[in-house]
């Protein structure tokens, strides 16, 4: 199963049954509002903190999603997700409302997809039938964890991104009878850390497009593939600052990402022409309600066949940073296919 130095290819081809997406206001005015399952009207959620109602997101996403699959709740083997909260709590709390054995996993923005395959290969191996993989995170809490408080209205750079308000998750299941028009989950990448010694947590998209460069390139020369292979092959949270230095480091390594469609969700997920998101969204829940809800409605539609999304991450805490230390980085990508 395994392919090359990082890439597992999955001999099941496991489906994605049924996926969810909850989002915040921002996101709701955003060129994608249509694609996501539930569009909340304020950021609190009518909870008593940020870190409540970014719990409520997931647990709605949650239900959603085996709603949406068709499936009970008892028929989840394992749940696998993580945030960007200490000690991964929206994840946990929600696991403990779902009842399912948890597996809890953090990659920061990149955990999408690394909850994604970690759920994929569990089913793959045999060793579930049917595995949740999500994640959320909420513009006030990662302000508050990582930067500023949202009350000291401090001023952010144009380098600065804007953490997207949502939740995303997926059913990932055996390829049975009846799942065969469903997308699949072919392969995956597990990337390794970049650090290039940035420090400024303002300028992450430069931060995190190393390790998005490392492990796109890792998957094309696993699988023996090129870009054109692809139909779109999306990053997670670089955002327009990274999603250029991203090209660049292609060009100059000779990898033609001009043949393909090449995007990022941190791009995708707002209108930055009319919305103050400084350079685009990020996040754990950027790409994750993306991929969850639009691109997922495009290979439904079969408008996509084949996409690659390699979701990022900057592996920082607020002590690495109050200690002065630079930002790992690392990227994780998953290929989705519809087949026939």
């Known amino acids: 199963?395994?392919?090359?130095?990082?890439?597992?290819?999955?001999?099941?081809?496991?489906?994605?049954?049924?996926?969810?997406?909850?989002?915040?206001?921002?996101?709701?005015?955003?060129?994608?509002?249509?694609?996501?399952?539930?569009?909340?009207?304020?950021?609190?959620?009518?909870?008593?903190?940020?870190?409540?109602?970014?719990?409520?997101?997931?647990?709605?996403?949650?239900?959603?999603?085996?709603?949406?699959?068709?499936?009970?709740?008892?028929?989840?083997?394992?749940?696998?997700?993580?945030?960007?909260l200490n000690q991964i709590i929206s994840n946990s709390f929600a696991a403990r409302s779902l009842g399912v054995?948890?597996?809890?996993?953090?990659?920061?923005?990149?955990?999408?997809?690394?909850?994604?395959?970690?759920?994929s290969l569990l089913v793959d191996s045999g060793n579930a039938n049917k595995v949740m993989a999500a994640t959320c995170s909420h513009n006030c809490t990662a302000e508050k964890q990582f930067r500023y408080p949202t009350e000291y209205g401090s001023q952010k750079p144009p380098?600065?991104?804007?953490?997207?308000?949502?939740?995303?998750?997926?059913?990932?299941?055996?390829?049975?009878?009846?799942?065969?028009?469903m997308p699949r989950v072919t392969a995956a990448t597990i990337g390794k850390i970049v650090d290039l010694g940035i420090k400024d947590p303002f300028n992450m998209g430069a931060a995190m497009a190393p390790a998005a460069v490392d492990t796109i390139q890792t998957h094309l020369i696993d699988l023996d593939r090129k870009p054109q292979?692809?139909?779109?092959?999306?990053?997670?949270?670089?955002?327009?600052?990274?999603?250029?230095?991203?090209?660049?480091?292609?060009?100059?390594?000779?990898l033609h990402m001009e043949r393909t469609n090449f995007s990022d969700c941190g791009l995708?997920?707002?209108?930055?022409?009319?919305?103050?998101?400084?350079?685009?969204?990020?996040?754990?829940?950027?790409?994750a309600v993306v991929t969850y809800g639009h691109i997922m409605k495009q290979l439904r539609?079969?408008?996509?066949?084949?996409?690659?999304?390699?979701?990022t991450g900057a592996l920082l805490s607020p002590l690495s940073y109050q200690q002065g230390e630079t930002i790992p980085c690392i990227a994780h990508a998953v290929t989705l296919e519809m087949k026939g």
């Open 1 to 84: 199963m395994q392919v090359g130095r990082h890439t597992w290819r999955f001999q099941s081809e496991p489906a994605i049954i049924g996926t969810a997406t909850v989002v915040g206001p921002d996101e709701g005015q955003g060129p994608l509002a249509a694609d996501f399952d539930y569009i909340h009207d304020t950021l609190d959620m009518e909870e008593k903190s940020w870190e409540k109602a970014e719990r409520k997101l997931l647990e709605q996403a949650t239900q959603l999603a085996i709603v949406n699959s068709n499936i009970t709740q008892e028929e989840l083997n394992f749940f696998v997700g993580g945030d960007l």
């Open 101 to 119: 054995p948890y597996i809890g996993v953090f990659g920061a923005c990149s955990t999408s997809m690394e909850s994604l395959a970690v759920a």
């Open 159 to 181: 380098t600065a991104q804007y953490t997207v308000t949502g939740a995303g998750a997926a059913v990932v299941a055996k390829p049975e009878k009846g799942y065969s028009s």
């Open 229 to 254: 292979d692809y139909d779109l092959i999306l990053t997670g949270d670089l955002a327009s600052i990274g999603l250029s230095i991203a090209n660049d480091l292609f060009q100059k390594n000779g």
């Open 268 to 287: 995708m997920v707002y209108d930055l022409n009319k919305q103050a998101v400084q350079a685009g969204g990020s996040g754990c829940g950027c790409s």
């Open 301 to 311: 539609a079969r408008k996509l066949k084949r996409v690659l999304v390699a979701a």
